[in-house]
């Protein structure tokens, strides 16, 4: 009965404490969280506020309000020129083609009615110091028309010289006529010739059987020139440049575009219309520069480099090969 009454006692004692421990813990559970601590934002470096194309402006196109806008740009990368104020920009015209989200710069803008054209696309591949120059080319002149543009190219000219009276600027021999033949004797006009005296005595006029023959040579002139096109500027290529359509033979002559100094260009100029033969040949990729030692090339000098000697004379000699009533050359 005792131990009935004192566990009846610990109950009540039990239920006493969770009622006073109501209020304790409904304090703890009400209470207001810490906040987390918020994550540190890393501190933007100092910008500027500079006038920032919003969209690709092309050259030659006025800028309007809706094109540009001010905007932070950071102070260690503001490029030199570059605009702060919109009013500066505003109704201005492009001078090149402006790309979106670059600052714009004084150098980019002009006024309306003061921009002038810059050129074609021929004018922009021009190296610095150089013209272009276009010659007529053919097979065998253009190394089989292996050119692409650019490549690097060396031109030989080959042309030939003969004798000319200096004052008469004529190829000689001259033709000579007889104005006051003493009187009773005959005088014949003719080509001019000269007179030899024969071992029996006589004395005679040698005079020239055949034409003068004009003498070949050939030197290395224009050097590292560089091939910018080879064809019409304005013809609409159906591939890549530098790539030929399968099939396609090309015409028997073509025009080539060289970038050479305008001095070169003279050269070229001179050549082409005194009828010599231009030929181009082709440089290995990756070499440039001039070469030193290009010496002309002539009959005596194949003859001396080579250790070529005359034929002796002869009381015979053999004529082109027969080919026995075969069609075609003797292999």
């Known amino acids: 009965m005792r131990g009935r009454r004192l566990l009846i006692l610990i109950g009540l004692i039990i239920i006493v404490a969770g009622i006073a421990a109501i209020p304790l813990l409904s304090r703890i559970l009400t209470k207001p969280s810490e906040p987390a601590p918020s994550e540190e934002v890393p501190p933007q470096g100092e910008t500027v506020a500079l006038v920032v194309s919003v969209q690709d402006i092309p050259q030659g196109k ?14 260690d990368a503001v490029p030199v020129g570059a605009i702060r104020d919109m009013e500066d920009v505003i109704g201005k015209v492009a001078r090149a083609f402006i790309p ?60 030939s010289l003969v004798d000319l009276d200096e004052e008469f600027q004529t190829v000689l021999p001259n033709n ?47 050097q590292d020139a560089v091939v910018l096109r080879i064809g019409d500027w304005r013809e609409e290529e159906a591939m890549a ?25 003279a050269i ?17 990729t990756g070499e440039t520069g001039q070469v030193p030692g290009a010496y002309p090339v002539t009959l005596q000098y194949l003859m001396d480099t080579y250790g070529i000697e005359a034929p002796p004379k002869l009381p015979y000699g053999a004529i082109p090969p027969f080919s026995g009533g075969v069609e075609g050359p003797v292999e």
């Open 62 to 75: 006025e800028i309007t309000e809706d094109a540009v806008v001010v905007q932070g740009w950071p102070v």
């Open 100 to 159: 979106r989200g670059m600052p714009i710069l004084e150098s980019m803008l002009a006024k309306p009615g003061e921009l002038l054209p810059t050129g074609g696309p021929a004018a922009m591949q021009i190296p610095e110091g150089k013209v272009a120059y276009a010659l007529p080319v053919a097979r065998y002149s253009s190394v089989a028309w292996a050119l692409r543009p650019g490549d690097h190219v060396d031109v030989l000219l080959s042309f």
């Open 176 to 222: 000579q006529t007889c104005v006051s033949p003493p009187e009773g004797e005959e005088c014949k006009s003719g080509v001019q010739g000269r007179l030899e005296a024969l071992p029996n005595g006589w004395l005679v006029s040698i005079t020239p059987s055949e034409a003068q023959r004009p003498r070949l040579v050939t030197q290395l002139t224009v």
């Open 241 to 265: 440049e530098g790539q030929a359509e399968e099939g396609v033979q090309p015409p028997p002559e073509q025009p080539l575009t060289l970038a050479v100094t305008r001095q070169e260009a």
């Open 268 to 284: 070229l100029e001179f050549a082409r219309l005194s009828n010599m033969r231009i030929t181009l040949v082709l440089r290995r």
